[in-house]
């Protein structure tokens, strides 16, 4: 197959397009299709398709594809889902590049094996194919509005994927009421070719997209989409909705990473990590995406408040710091700055209190001299309705100044009130200003202009390396399948840990309760016993395990209640022995894991360790591999990161060395397949400098032997 064949440049802007299944009779489908491709005023061909011929619409309509003389790059499929495959047979013959099978009757109601049979059928003969099940494509770069949707779209910047074809319709007439004008939109259906990374491919480096809005409901191929969403976040905002966000997400009960490795949490995370600004609900979203393509990004990470309102002020910093927004805290240049504009009752702290007495005029003259401020990088100026407030007249303010330093800086727009303040919101959003009436969604969409600020400054890094003994680990895994077990024995996680050079607590093997002594005395007191058996996974839950044995008679009474307990818990137990661990004292405890995620594959995950973290879920996901930059940024996401920087006169804990420990558990994974799960917890953080110990090591392998 050649590259030009699969080009997605076809797809958004063929020469030709022809409408198989079209038809004469209004409210069909094959008829909608038609008319709107017609109507939205298409530059290409248009052949439409059907056995009977004749005309429709002032076009000629051909028998079948291969009657047509001119090229057709993009065939529309809309014929009954048991006769989709004979045209696409056609469409081979034709050499047709893109198939946009509209056709619903495939895998949606279970009918897997057709989809496979013309998707199979296609990718021979070089056929792209678009769902099936899908409401078709809109694109503005050539005037085509191939879909059944409404024929009236509002042509701009903003281009739509989405997996549902129901809400894209809904979308085509909800951005057109919003005023947001669409440079494309595509649906992907049942994905049995083309998927959102294709289309997402062409839309980064298609000029007319200023914003992507993406409505995930599930991802397949999670690690390439990684790759695809990194490069288009570094140049534009890429907006995903995703539904999905309850707890009803892929459990593995095997290990707390697999457990709290929710598909929604993983993810939020990979997101994140991505540059992907995520929005919670579509009215948010198409906020977003209406000022986005316009608003100028901002220098600078410093913001001022203008208000006239304390209360509402506060609202607002409150929202900043929620929704990542920085405020200016530059005292001295505030006051300098806002002394001449503000009464001497005033605020001159950030948020910048004009008080209610406040006219627009007070405002205007405030707007002009933050925005000339070099030092202030971005307003959000906030109105109250009051005696003083003249909301008409605040509106032409907002609209000069707005265009008068659209190129400079960001500036955006609160004003709560009654009528004639709503009037004012509405004659504002018209003009395609920032305005919105809570503080909370003028900051959600400060907070998404700022996170695509910090995507386009970020420097790409490449991913950390880590040396580990891959051979050693092997071994261990080998000893495991031939013991025709899914899971490693403590001790064979220890050697894998001592293959990846991650620091591990002295530990012995005892058979008697005289080793168990002697092993003892040799490590040091304070010690840790428990039972290793292939049979016993949680130690804890049968009595398995003792801690803190300070003396002899400690270690023999241990001995035998753990051989009591094991015995009590599973009688046909086998038992190859007792471990005897260094108790390790001090720290702070926190968790690694790495596992294969069905939408994402190796993937890490960092958090508060120990007995709690199922209750208290502190932790974040990234895909592997990742950078050192950006394993520090997950260390760093957790609620508890102060308790490694030091809290109460506590020195700083070895973070740099959590990163490589994360590093290292994450290239064990990504160089080991039968591995599917690691989880070290607790990994006790010391000091600065004093490194880290992996405790716990739990490893799981894949049901598949193949390396």
């Known amino acids: ?54 005309e429709m619409l002032g076009l000629r309509v051909y028998e079948h594809l291969e009657a047509i003389d001119g090229r057709v790059d993009v065939a529309m499929i809309v014929v009954p889902a048991e006769v ?26 279970g009918n897997v094996a057709e989809e496979l049979k013309i998707a199979r059928f296609a990718r021979e003969h070089g056929i792209r194919i678009v769902g099936p099940n899908v409401f078709g494509i809109y694109s503005a770069v050539s005037s085509l509005n191939a879909t059944f949707g409404p024929a009236d779209v509002k042509s701009g910047n903003v281009a739509i994927i989405t997996q549902s074809g129901a809400i894209g319709i809904a979308m085509i007439g909800k951005t057109k009421v919003e005023g947001i004008g669409l440079s494309a939109m595509i649906s ?12 997402l491919d062409y839309l980064t480096f298609q000029d007319d997209a200023k914003v992507i809005l993406m409505y995930l409901e599930g991802v397949k191929s999670g690690e390439r989409l990684v790759g695809v969403l990194k490069r288009a976040t570094r140049k534009k905002p890429v907006i995903v909705i995703k539904s999905g966000r309850s707890s009803r997400g892929a459990q593995a009960a095997a290990s707390h990473t697999g457990s709290l490795a929710g598909e929604d949490r993983v993810f939020d995370d990979v997101a994140r990590q991505c540059g992907v600004i995520r929005a919670e609900s579509i009215q948010e979203a198409l906020n977003w995406c209406r000022f986005l393509a316009d608003v100028p990004p901002p220098t600078g990470e410093d913001c001022v408040i203008i208000t006239n309102g304390g209360g509402i002020g506060v609202l607002t910093a ?57 030092n202030i990088d971005s307003v959000a100026c906030l109105g109250c309705q009051t005696a003083a407030f003249d909301a008409q007249r605040f509106e032409q303010i907002a609209e000069e100044r707005y265009a008068q330093f659209k190129p400079v ?60 003994d ?20 403590a001790r064979e996680a220890q050697e894998v840990m001592r293959a990846a050079n991650i620091a591990i607590p002295e530990s012995r093997v005892a058979h008697s309760p005289e080793d168990a002594v002697r092993y003892a005395e040799e490590i040091g007191y304070p010690i840790v ?95 592997f591999p990742l950078s050192r930059e950006e394993t520090l940024n997950m260390i760093g996401q957790i609620n508890s990161y102060p308790l490694l920087l030091g809290v109460r006169g506590d020195a700083r804990k070895d973070i740099d060395e959590v990163a490589d420990t994360i590093i290292k558990v994450g290239w064990i994974l990504q160089n080991c397949a039968e591995i599917s799960d690691i989880e070290v917890n607790p990994l006790v953080v010391y000091d600065h400098g004093d490194g880290v110990k ?10 598949s032997q193949e390396a």
């Open 318 to 374: 409150d929202a900043c710091e929620k929704y990542g927004v920085n405020l200016s805290d530059e005292v001295a240049d505030l006051k300098r700055t806002f002394e001449d504009v503000m009464p001497s009752f005033g605020s001159a702290k950030n948020p910048i209190d004009l008080t209610g007495g406040a006219s627009p005029d007070d405002y205007d003259r405030a707007l002009v001299t933050a925005l000339e401020n070099e």
């Open 188 to 199: 992907v259906g049942n994905k049995s070719d083309v998927n959102e990374m294709d289309l």
């Open 409 to 468: 800086k960001p500036i955006v727009f609160s004003l709560f009130g009654g009528e004639e303040v709503e009037r004012s919101i509405l004659g504002l959003k018209a003009k395609g200003i920032p305005v919105f009436p809570d503080v909370y969604e003028m900051t959600a969409f400060l907070g998404a202009l700022y996170r695509d600020y910090r995507n386009k400054i970020s420097s790409e890094t490449e991913p950390a390396k880590a040396e580990i």
């Open 694 to 703: 992996a405790v716990d090591v739990r490893i799981l392998l894949s049901e």
């Open 84 to 109: 989709a495959f004979e045209a696409i047979q056609e469409c081979a013959h034709k050499d047709v590049k893109f198939a946009v099978i509209i056709s619903s009757g495939f895998s949606e109601v």
């Open 1 to 54: 197959m050649k590259d030009s064949d699969t080009n997605m440049k076809y797809l958004f802007e063929p020469r030709g397009i022809a409408v198989v299944g079209a038809s004469k009779s209004p409210g069909k489908i094959g008829h909608t299709v038609v008319k709107n491709i017609v109507c939205g005023g298409f530059r290409g061909n248009i052949y439409p398709v059907n056995p009977k011929g004749g």
């Open 470 to 489: 891959v051979a050693a680990i092997k071994c261990a895994i080998s000893r495991a399948r031939a013991d025709q077990r899914h899971f490693l024995l």
């Open 529 to 623: 016993m428990k039972v290793i058996s292939k049979d016993i996974i949680h130690k804890s839950d049968a009595g398995a395990v003792a801690l803190d044995l300070v003396n002899k008679q400690e270690i023999l009474d241990a001995y035998e209640a753990i051989m009591r307990n094991s015995r009590s818990y599973k009688s046909d137990a086998v038992i190859d022995g007792i471990q005897v661990d260094e108790m390790i004292q001090g720290g702070v405890e926190t968790i690694i894991g790495a596992r294969r995620d069905n939408s994402f594959g190796p993937t890490v995950m960092f958090g508060l360790g120990g007995i709690y973290v199922e209750v208290l879920k502190d932790i974040a996901f990234r895909a």
